[in-house]
């Protein structure tokens, strides 16, 4: 089994910033892909930023510029480094991680940690 860890939510004011980590354990060999997804009340789970084992990352247009997602593969963690927060950036974040078990095979799994809040005022 495999859990992820989602720390470093809060309540901030417009402009300032925060830094989320997730740190994956468990039953982990590698990992592929890791990436983070936000989800406000009332909305669809949307894709914030990617990065995949090599380091090539991807990232929502609403927050190109902004934010900085980065990994440690030593460590099965991911960050997100969110600057010039903004009111629309409210919601729960999710870390999401494509896992390999064993060396044995390509075999990969999905998991999702439990979230963390982000509250920007205004």
């Known amino acids: 089994q495999v859990q992820l860890v989602e720390s470093g939510g809060g309540l901030v004011q417009a402009g300032e910033s925060l830094r989320l980590s997730c740190a994956a354990s468990g039953s982990i060999f590698s990992i592929n892909a890791m990436g983070w997804y936000r989800q406000a009340p009332g909305k669809q789970r949307e894709l914030v930023a990617t990065?995949?084992?090599?380091?090539?990352?991807n990232y929502a247009d609403s927050v190109k510029g902004r934010f900085t997602i980065s990994r440690d593969n030593a460590k099965n963690t991911v960050f997100l480094q969110m600057n010039t927060l903004k009111p629309e950036d409210t919601a729960v974040y999710y870390c999401?991680?494509?896992?390999?078990?064993?060396?044995?095979?390509?075999?990969?799994?999905?998991?999702w940690g439990q979230g963390t809040q982000v509250t920007v005022s205004s």
């Open positions: 999401n991680a494509d896992v390999r078990r064993t060396p044995y095979s390509g075999r990969s799994y999905d998991y």
């Open positions: 990065i995949a084992s090599g380091g090539s990352t």
